[in-house]
């Protein structure tokens, strides 16, 4: 996985790979699941690159596993609903 300095280039591969996942026909909860997973390979073995992906981390290290879920799930919505 390549590092992604710009925010806006983060949110630009999650929504390209958003939109191959439902290309494929993948339901939203597995989009979903797929997020929660990638949320955890993140705060487990990336370092924050930018300010955002920092709030993220420190959000995603004090919340539950539900919440985590929320937070994977706002993350869809947000790119999902990126021009």
């Given at each position: ?13 999650l929504g390209?790979?958003l939109?191959?996942a439902?290309g494929?026909g993948?339901?939203h909860n597995?989009?979903?699941d797929?997020?929660?997973q ?6 487990a073995?990336?370092?924050?690159k930018n ?10 290290k004090?919340a539950?596993e ?10 869809v919505?947000?790119v999902?609903?990126?021009?």
């Amino acid at each position: 996985m390549s590092v992604i300095d710009n925010w806006e280039q983060w949110k630009d591969f999650l929504g390209e790979r958003l939109e191959q996942a439902e290309g494929e026909g993948m339901s939203h909860n597995v989009v979903s699941d797929v997020a929660y997973q990638v949320g955890e390979y993140l705060a487990a073995q990336v370092e924050p690159k930018n300010e955002q992906e920092r709030v993220l981390a420190e959000l995603w290290k004090v919340a539950d596993e539900s919440e985590q879920h929320a937070i994977a799930n706002m993350m869809v919505k947000l790119v999902s609903h990126h021009d």
